[in-house]
């Protein structure tokens, strides 16, 4: 897969994969063995007919490919590029034993912006509507995904959204050279034109309540994503120049920070800029550091390399840019001027010591080794909380101590009949498939709860 | 119905300058109306390439489904919002952000507005009056020029005090001044609302300290989603990180940890002097 060069790309937010050329689809596509019965498919939680929509790049139909897709999934661009395959789909794949797997995200990819620059388009569902209205929360992969299943199945969807736009993470999170914008608004597009009302600025918990939207609606789906940023929660932590990856990310790709002041949002610009983290969004804040114009970015990860949880890939682009690495090194307090302005990081060095009750390895303070770091910028990237608005207004549907809603494993559904969750707001951060997989396994609940006469507008009212 | 389009209108029926550059606009917003409360907020956009900005409901009609904001101008966005006329619409208007104030019968109260804090404590006061309290209240502005809404103001209240900073009208001197007088005088006041820019805040929980009186302030701090997903209005209260938009906006002013507050107002001060001029550039550009 050609790549954008990292000395030109650091320089601007376009792509860095460009994708397959016709020939190497094909190429690719002819490498799949059409194994029967497929073990891709298995590795893959929006059971995407992988085989099949492979064969029909095989034979050149790609617009056959990309319908074949959408069969099990209306998010084809996004997945080939923000999936992690090498641990789903690809992982499965027979021919590791013998070297290469099939690349099948970027040849999902080939298919879906194929089909984008031809044109080509899903036909509205030519089913008989069945007289019921599902309201989702949030426009999300998991929101999304719902939605579009249910139109399918003749329901009348309606999403709501807090922000001005839709996609959720993948429009606020995941940066324009990962996942350009025009692809999510394409794919947010095909979803509204099978017939998914959404409705913008609308905050569930604060514009109406859940339990206004039960008297209004037979089902709903909860998909409002984990919102809250986690702090270290260390002295210095609210100099000015201390961000959120939330905040980070949100002001570059939502309000298009990074085009400012084409754009009207501000946002600073570090010359030495530490992301405290090793996921994936700590890569895409420090890689968009870099692209604002920042002279030295480096990563600061209190375990090593092999504890990273981002994609080994996000990884390797992130060192190709000439992203540093501190690996066991935790922040212990950020030091600054008057005015507010950083100065310096206090680090102290770590080891690895007895693993948690994740599996990992814990990682545990070298007593005396602590240093100082010449940094003017640090971004948190170390994970979310669950954001109480929802859940607070939602009567009736239990949460855990983390305030994630609780649910049945098969259905998403929660505590209160007729209201499901999924996506972030059940597991904390995940990613971008496993909402998609909860948004097609809640779509198929909520079609068997109003198939079967169920409602919540015939539930007497939760006081 | 909002499924069909009432929300996303965002229109502005009436439009009127009160003050110079500063700007009361009436806008059409049923959801936000329905629910709006004293001390909450609103976050709007004024088109797509738009900043997000807070500003504090100062009014609000449920039967109309109308609410008020009262801004002055201080940097592109407010200055693109006060160059729009009536039948308009904002690109995005979400709302009522934060906590509504905690309105119950105190006793003897007093509320003091600071510029165009003057609109911010405006629904307070008379929801306090309302609700039995002796609000005494004390307004003030640079010149008698920019003193607004003192006709609403004196409705609203018990008792009006008018202030000026240069003695143009009625007195000379800051509010804080007129706030130690009545604080000195009033020995049974139980709470203090004060709103409007930081330092005065600031200013006001100095002077009430002494005098053991809860102040409580309402923190125009700098946002972007208002919903508590970003942590950009984050300010130490009583040691402790609170995020203004899902914690606040109103907080105990002798918790508050000022000077960071006032440096993180400042976070963005030269990219935002940088749009302000190039706007200015660019309408003088055109009328020229």
């Known amino acids: ?463 | 119905m909002y499924l069909m389009g009432g929300i996303g209108l965002n229109r502005i029926i009436t439009k009127r300058e009160i003050a110079p550059d500063i700007i009361s606009l009436e806008i059409d917003a049923p959801l936000i109306a329905r629910k709006a409360k004293p001390g909450q907020f609103i976050i709007l956009m004024v088109d797509r390439k738009g900043e997000r900005i807070p500003l504090t409901i100062a009014d609000y009609n449920r039967e109309k489904g109308r609410i008020h904001i009262v801004f002055q101008v201080v940097g592109k966005t407010t200055a693109q919002l006060s160059q729009m006329k009536e039948g308009d619409e904002l690109f995005s208007l979400v709302g009522p952000l934060g906590n509504p104030s905690k309105v119950d019968n105190y006793g003897a109260v007093v509320t003091v507005g600071g510029g165009t804090g003057i609109a911010c404590v405006y629904p307070i006061t008379r929801a306090l009056k309302e609700a039995g309290n002796k609000v005494t209240t004390i307004i003030g502005a640079k010149t008698k020029d920019l003193v607004i809404m003192e006709n609403e103001m004196r409705k609203a209240s018990t008792a009006l005090l008018v202030t000026t900073d240069d003695g143009s009208y009625v007195r000379k001197g800051f509010v804080t001044e007129v706030l130690d007088d009545v604080l000195r005088k009033e020995k049974n006041v139980k709470k203090v609302w004060a709103i409007g820019p930081a330092p005065m805040m600031k200013a006001a929980c100095d002077i009430t300290k002494p005098y053991k009186v809860e102040t409580i302030v309402s923190l125009n701090a700098i946002m972007v989603d208002g919903t508590g997903m970003c942590g950009s209005c984050r300010v130490t209260v009583g040691g402790e990180t609170k995020f203004v938009c899902v914690d606040g906006p109103e907080f105990n002013g002798h918790l508050v940890d000022w000077p960071e507050f006032i440096n993180r107002l400042a976070r963005y001060a030269p990219q935002e002097k940088l749009s302000f001029e190039t706007h200015r550039k660019l309408c003088g550009e055109k009328n020229g």
């Open chain 1, 1 to 463: 897969m050609p790549e954008q060069d990292p000395k030109k790309r650091i320089r601007n937010f376009d792509e860095v994969p460009l994708g397959y050329t016709k020939e190497g689809a094909i190429y690719e596509a002819q490498r799949c063995l059409q194994c029967d019965p497929p073990q891709c498919v298995r590795g893959c939680p929006a059971e995407v007919h992988i085989p099949q929509f492979i064969l029909k790049i095989v034979e050149e139909d790609f617009a056959g490919a990309y319908m074949e897709i959408l069969k099990t999934n209306n998010l084809p661009a996004m997945c080939g590029r923000v999936c992690p395959q090498e641990e789903q789909c690809q992982k499965a794949c027979v021919l590791n034993k013998m070297g290469k797997p099939i690349n099948i995200g970027n040849l999902e990819r080939f298919a879906a912006d194929w089909a984008r620059e031809q044109g080509v388009q899903e036909e509205p569902p030519k089913i008989k509507k069945k007289g019921k209205r599902v309201a989702v929360v949030g426009s999300g992969p998991a929101g999304l995904t719902c939605a579009a299943n249910l139109v399918k199945m003749g329901h009348e969807v309606t999403i709501f959204e807090a922000l001005q736009k839709e996609g959720g993470v993948l429009t606020y999170g995941i940066p324009e050279f990962r996942l350009p914008k025009k692809i999510v608004e394409h794919e947010v597009d095909g979803i509204k034109e099978l017939g998914v009302k959404v409705v913008t600025n609308f905050v569930v918990g604060i514009t109406k309540s859940v339990d206004e939207l039960a008297e209004e609606f037979d089902a709903i789906f909860l998909a409002n994503g984990a919102g809250a940023p986690k702090f270290m929660l260390i002295p210095g932590e609210n100099l000015n120049d201390v961000y959120s990856a939330n905040e980070f990310l949100t002001r570059s790709n939502l309000m298009k920070a990074y085009k400012f002041p084409e754009f009207d949002t501000p946002i600073k610009v570090g010359k030495r800029v530490a992301v405290i983290g090793a996921g994936n969004v700590a890569m895409d804040a420090a890689r968009t550091a870099l692209r604002l114009g920042a002279e030295e970015v480096r990563i600061v990860y209190r375990r090593t390399r092999k504890e990273a949880p981002a994609r080994a890939d996000e990884v390797a682009h992130a060192e190709e840019e000439c992203i540093a690495f501190d690996f066991l090194t935790l922040p212990v307090r950020i030091l600054g001027d008057e005015k507010g302005n950083i100065t310096c990081m206090e680090c102290i060095k770590m080891r690895l010591g007895e693993p948690d009750e994740s599996g990992r390895r814990r990682s545990v303070p070298v007593k005396g080794s602590n240093f100082v770091m010449k940094v003017d910028m640090v971004i948190d990237a170390i994970g979310t909380d669950a954001n109480p608005i929802v859940a607070r207004s939602a009567t009736g549907v239990r949460t855990n101590k983390w305030g994630y809603f609780v649910v049945d494993e098969e259905t998403c559904a929660t505590s209160r009949e007729g209201i499901f969750a999924g996506g972030d707001i059940i597991r904390g951060t995940a990613t971008v498939i496993s909402a998609i997989g909860d948004g097609k396994r809640v779509a198929k609940a909520i079609d068997n709860y109003l198939s079967s006469g169920g409602s919540l507008k015939k539930q007497k009212k939760f006081k």
